[in-house]
């Protein structure tokens, strides 16, 4: 059975940082593609950034490029994103989902979603 | 920058059938995806690469892909379809593109 399983998440002030993670298990981890989508209260999904199966390949919304970065540790079936000059417009549920291919371009979709981890930016 | 455009809410009688559009710019040329969220849980897929239920998925719930409009059909809805409803596509431009969302309301 496939799960993922979010953590990090939190309340942050303008301007700081975050750390979130997600945990696989169910599958290869390697061999998919990874990404995060993010929703803010109350509003609809947005697409933040993905991840190509080996790493090699990172792809980012242009609302989050410069700040974000994506990463995964395939020996410890993990992705993580890094979340630096966090805004209030940041704040949101993240959710980490598995993409049905290898690569993190192209025509993808995803399988399966976590349940997601809420970061609010606030002072 | 890629857009994708749905009505923000539909509404259907129980048994009857609900149509959900999704429209972007020669969207026929792309896989569409299609996700179901209910209140308080994470999307999951219902519809992928425009026409195809993984498994576990009612046979209820089909899609079509034509031309700018991509269609999400629910025939025989039940009140346990009433969700917001996402459209999902790639484009080169924009990566990942998702519409603004549709609540499906079962009267």
């Known amino acids: 059975e496939v799960q993922l399983l979010e953590s990090g998440g939190g309340l942050v002030q303008p301007g700081g940082s975050l750390r979130l993670s997600c945990a696989a298990s169910?599958?290869?981890?390697?061999?998919?593609?990874m990404s995060w989508v993010r929703q803010a209260p109350g509003k609809g999904l947005e697409w933040v950034s993905s991840?190509?199966?080996?790493?090699?390949?990172?792809y980012y919304a242009d609302s989050v490029k410069g700040r974000f970065t994506i990463s995964r540790d395939n020996s410890r079936n993990t992705l993580y994103l890094q979340l630096n000059s966090l805004r209030a417009e940041d704040t949101a549920l993240y959710y980490c989902?598995?993409?049905?291919?290898?690569?993190?371009?192209?025509?993808?979709?995803?399988?399966?979603w976590g349940q997601g981890a809420l970061v609010t930016v606030s002072s | 920058s890629y857009e994708l455009t749905q009505p923000p809410s539909v509404s259907v009688a129980p048994g009857q059938t609900a149509s959900i559009t999704c429209s972007g710019d020669?969207?026929?040329?792309?896989?569409v995806s299609w996700y179901q969220q209910k209140s308080g849980q994470s999307p999951v897929v219902i519809i992928h690469?425009?026409?195809k239920r993984p498994s576990g998925i009612p046979e209820r719930f089909s899609g079509s892909n034509s031309g700018n409009t991509a269609t999400l059909t629910i025939s025989g809805t039940q009140s346990m379809d009433e969700a917001d409803y996402y459209c999902?596509?790639?484009?080169?431009?924009?990566?990942?593109?998702f519409g603004g969302g549709t609540k499906l309301t079962v009267l």
């Open positions: 989902a598995k993409v049905t291919t290898l690569d993190a371009y192209g025509d993808l979709d995803f399988d399966y």
């Open positions: 169910g599958f290869t981890f390697s061999t998919y593609a």
């Open positions: 991840i190509s199966g080996s790493g090699g390949n990172t």
């Open positions: 020669k969207l026929g040329y792309k896989y």
């Open positions: 690469q425009d026409t």
């Open positions: 999902q596509a790639w484009d080169s431009s924009t990566d990942v593109v």
